[in-house]
């Protein structure tokens, strides 16, 4: 007695072959979605990088503003939008803080999925090839993590001690208070100045990752832009000292 073809399971070698080649096919598909989520995450911690380094020297701006010997303005006007700009720094390291965490777990995500997918090779030369690259980005990547949590960890400092002198005048705003912050405003540029730079170089990380890692048919136009740019504020300017 013949068994029929489609008791056999001979039909049913093909169907197994093509749904293994469809999981493979999604497989890699998610693999590049996740390397473009990445890419996405990295340029979102750039453009927080520059739009911290603007709201920072704003906000300092204000503060020199309102202690110079010259200010002849309405000093409690002054010291209100004093606060506003301190509370929009900060604001400001809350949002840079919050790229940082979404780029980590898609960070972690691609790579230990690239690791596990180095096994899947039968060229060994092309593993090896693979495998190179993954240690090249990853490195690339920690960089850019690297900067982002100083910069993030200098941004924190530098807006407590805005606070603290915004605190020191909200009881002692006169002229003789005033001329005993000279000094310490003079260490607040100097912080900001090292604030700009570790801005500067999380931007620089982030523009060398997505410029590296960009899809095929990307022009890594993060990459070319300068890392000393600085988007338009939405802030108030500060207040002008009389001349």
């Not at 309102?66 to 809350?94: H, N, T, V």
């Amino acid at each position: 007695m013949r068994i029929p073809l489609a008791r056999s399971g001979f039909h049913s070698l093909p169907v197994l072959l093509l749904v293994a080649a469809c999981a493979g096919s999604t497989k890699g598909s998610e693999s590049v979605q996740r390397v473009d989520d990445l890419l996405e995450h990295v340029e979102s911690v750039r453009a927080e990088a520059f739009a911290s380094k603007e709201t920072a020297r704003t906000a300092l701006e204000q503060l020199d503003a309102l202690c110079s010997p010259g200010f002849a303005g309405d000093a409690k006007d002054a010291y209100a939008q004093l606060i506003e700009l301190i509370e929009g720094s900060e604001k400001q390291a809350r949002q840079l803080r919050a790229s940082i965490e979404p780029m980590k777990m898609s960070a972690e995500s691609v790579f230990r999925q690239w690791t596990a997918d180095l096994d899947a090779f039968g060229n060994t030369r092309m593993r090896q090839r693979s495998e190179t690259r993954l240690d090249e980005t990853h490195a690339r990547y920690r960089t850019v993590y690297a900067t982002a949590q100083s910069a993030l960890i200098s941004y924190d400092a530098f807006n407590g001690d805005l606070r603290d002198h915004a605190l020191f005048l909200s009881h002692d705003m006169n002229a003789s208070a005033i001329q005993e912050l000279s000094g310490d405003l003079k260490l607040l540029r100097d912080v900001l100045i090292e604030l700009d730079g570790r801005m500067d170089a999380c931007a620089s990380a982030a523009a060398a990752y997505v410029e590296s890692a960009a899809l095929h048919g990307h022009t890594g136009e993060a990459g070319a832009e300068s890392a000393t740019e600085r988007p338009t504020s939405d802030a108030p300017a500060p207040a002008k000292s009389a001349t």
